[in-house]
């Protein structure tokens, strides 16, 4: 996507989780393997297309996976999650953005969405002990 591949990437997984409604030891099992496979993916990617390139979307994937984790799996909390995870990831609030930067290779990749999709994954957890 040559506009917004985050945003593309976080898609994805929102339409994933749209249409399965995987419940949280699917998501579990979806988020760890979309991360190891992505350590892999982006560390060898990110040698020809340079640190972190748009071009690398598979850790919006998995961030978004971790920001449904253990909330209700209703299209408002889908649709929470997406716009609290893009926030984070494109704000990366501290630590995101020291994990991006100081670790290297496909492991900052991975790591700075991950601490995003933890991010809005509290956010919701708050909302729902506050509603």
Not at 55 to 75: A, N, R
Request: overall charge neutral; hydrophobic content about 55%.
């Amino acid at each position: 996507m040559p506009y917004a591949p985050g945003t593309f990437g976080s898609a994805a997984g929102f339409i994933l989780a749209i249409l399965l409604r995987p419940d949280d030891s699917t998501l579990v099992i979806f988020a760890l393997s979309v991360f190891f496979i992505g350590l892999y993916a982006s560390h060898q990617a990110e040698k020809s297309l340079g640190k972190d390139s748009g071009h690398i979307v598979i850790d919006e994937l998995c961030g978004y996976f971790v920001s449904v984790l253990f909330v209700p799996k209703s299209v408002g909390y889908f649709i929470a999650a997406f716009v609290l995870f893009r926030i984070f990831d494109i704000l990366k609030p501290p630590p995101v953005r020291s994990a991006e930067r100081l670790v290297p290779g496909g492991a900052g990749i991975m790591l700075d969405d991950l601490l995003a999709g933890i991010y809005a994954n509290a956010c919701l957890q708050l909302w729902r002990w506050l509603a």
